[in-house]
């Protein structure tokens, strides 16, 4: 189907000089406890299902984690907090997740980064972001009919939405309302009303501190499926 040509079409993607070196520099460097396993090193597409009720959204891929893997949100420190709530939550078949063959599906959820290559130190520059998101929203254009809510991990993941949203058209309030864990914002779009819903990112500055505990992800990611019915 279109989701299907659009992930083809984006994995061979080299729009970003600073991103195309260094997610295939991190593939050839490897990381050393990863060093007998092959590494993705392109564009992240989504994955999941493709007519996800719930869409969790995040800024970037890892850099040995879904530029690893090949699948956001897997294969790292973060993937493994966010996967054991997803698994408590009936939203993933398993809590862990080692590579790509692992098995490893979503249930009614569908994962998408706004920029689809792993960027140095975690961070795209604004030019990057600009420049990957029409990838972005051709993606939401696609999964928003069937989506009823949108978590998104973290305020980048939430502020990149919130501008892909508005360029499609969706009614965001201005002045945009404010990022904080367990908000929620129902907003009109073209394609159906959604709720988006803030989540801390489960970075390991966040759960190592207890800013984010298994509770408040675990009860986010519950409401997102409440809404989903
Ligand atoms: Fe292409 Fe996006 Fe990767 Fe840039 S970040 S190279 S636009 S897929």
Redesign the pocket.
């Known amino acids: 189907g279109e989701l299907a040509e659009l992930e083809a079409r984006?994995s061979v993607?080299?729009?970003?000089p600073r991103?195309?070196e260094w997610r295939e520099d991190v593939a050839v460097g490897k990381r050393k406890s990863f060093a007998d396993q092959p590494y993705w090193g392109r564009?992240i597409p989504g994955w999941g299902v493709a007519e996800p009720r719930i869409l969790i959204v995040g800024l970037a891929p890892a850099a040995n984690g879904g530029n690893r893997t090949g699948r956001v949100f897997t294969g790292d420190r973060s993937g493994d907090w966010l996967f054991a709530s997803l698994h408590r939550v009936g939203l993933a078949n398993q809590a862990t997740s080692e590579h790509a063959g692992d098995g490893l599906h979503l249930i009614g959820t569908r994962m998408i980064a706004a920029?689809?290559?792993a960027p140095p130190a975690n961070k795209p520059t604004p030019e990057?972001r600009d420049?990957?998101a029409p990838?972005y929203r051709r993606e939401l254009e696609l999964t928003l009919p069937s989506a009823s809510s949108i978590v998104c991990l973290g305020k980048f993941a939430y502020d990149a939405l919130l501008a892909a949203l508005t360029a499609l058209g969706a009614d965001v309030p201005r002045p945009r309302p404010k990022f904080g864990h367990a908000v929620e914002y129902r907003i009109p779009t073209p394609y159906g009303e959604v709720t988006v819903l803030g989540c801390f990112h489960p970075s390991q500055q966040n759960t190592f501190t207890g800013k984010l505990t298994e509770r408040m992800l675990d009860a986010v990611l519950l409401r997102a499926k409440t809404l989903s019915g």
């Open positions: 984006v993607c080299r729009a970003c991103l195309v564009p920029v689809r290559c990057e420049t990957c990838w």
